[in-house]
């Protein structure tokens, strides 16, 4: 670098040390004003100081020429001056802000207070006239909450002082601020908690006796169930309906004592206690029901599909009635009878599972005594419809027919005529339409007989010759 570039860069350095300390001039000025109105913000000075160790350095590499080094003093000087201008300004704003925060909660101690005094100890005073159990976990409200409201006015007043011009300890005035709002906040809490726990108890008082009525009403219709059902229902019927009863005697015994929320409590387990017993038993009741109203619907069914499949079965010809469809026949008489023995054992079933197992298994015999009905009518059907196309393909013994105009006899009767031979009406040979191949024609016969029209001797009335 030539001496002009040295020399640019050392007045570029000169200037900017003489506008950072401008700038630091004018933000200790705005500090500056603030003392003056009396506020001492607590780090100030110790800014002060740093900048001034700064100031010193950069006077001191000025004038020995070490300009390369100005720069970060410069930097840190700037740094330094800006934190110490914020943090002056950000003194006054906090005792702004407590002062406005002071106002708000003392509007809350008066609200509490207010709400203590008008709602509250009345509602305490109404609840003591129960029997203690009742407000025993709300005792200490009523008096406590006097303590905590002086308690929340001597943290305000003292975060009242600590936030004065005299003291001027903002920071710790705010912690006295959060801690007095907290206080509230609990103590409102509390105080509506025994207004509440007042509507409890007057709302389990006016309820818990239609509750124990209602719910001993429906723990009778489960131990009904019981009684007339039970083998029809699982153990947890039984199970829940006897946690029903023993809560059931628990609400009794409490509101007997007048503790109403606690009673309130156990007969709202025996409720629910109850009715989901009687709702499973319902339910398996009605399972029951279904199966044996399909075990009825199928024993019916078979009954008629197996009449149908042996009329069937006995209405074919000796040729068609094979010995397996007979040998299915029995096994289906057979099966029937099975199934007949699995239903009435179903009667006898001792306990849900055998129940349940012994109707599902009658059910299942009947669905097999279908099956089997339906393939002997298929077997008696199919065995029909093959006897018919046989007989349809097989003209009987002697049958001839009319075939494009000549005859048509089956292999065994005999020899197809020649072309010539005869024809289907008035032909020329020993045979006509209405006779045999013999002497006599069907009214009449010369030896040669025509179909009627014909040029023979015999006439299709009378002949040369008569039996």
Known sequence: ????????????????????RGEVRARDAEVQALLARGYRPPSVEGHRDEMGVLERGIVERLRS?????????????????????????????????????????????????????????PAWEELRAYPEPNWSEVAGVADGSEAILQRVEALLAEAERLNGMEAQQFDRAGKLLVQAGKALEDLQAALTGVVQRLTAVREAEASSRRTLDATAGELAAVVGLLRSEGDKLTPEVRTRATEAERRLAEGRRLLQAGDFLAAMAALSAAAEAATTARRQASREVEEIASLRAQLDRAARRSRGNVEEALRRAGALPPGLLTAAVSAKSRQLREGLTMAERARMATEGASGRGALVESLRAGIAAFEAVDRLADQIRRDADTAIREEQRRRMMTPPMGTRRIFSGRDWSPPSGGSRPSGGGGGGFGSSGRSSSMGSSRRSGSLGSSGRSSSGGSSGRSGSMGGSRRR
Do not use: C, F
């Open 1 to 20: 670098m030539d001496l002009s570039e040295q020399a640019k860069g050392a007045v570029h350095t000169v200037l900017e040390a003489a506008a950072a």
């Open 65 to 121: 020429g070490n300009y390369a080094a100005i720069p970060p003093l410069l930097e840190s000087l700037r740094e330094r001056g800006a934190g110490m201008l914020a943090e002056a300004r950000a003194w006054p704003e906090l005792q702004a802000e407590n002062s406005r925060e002071l106002a708000r909660v003392r509007e809350r101690l008066a609200a509490a207070s207010g709400y203590r005094q008008a709602t509250a100890l």
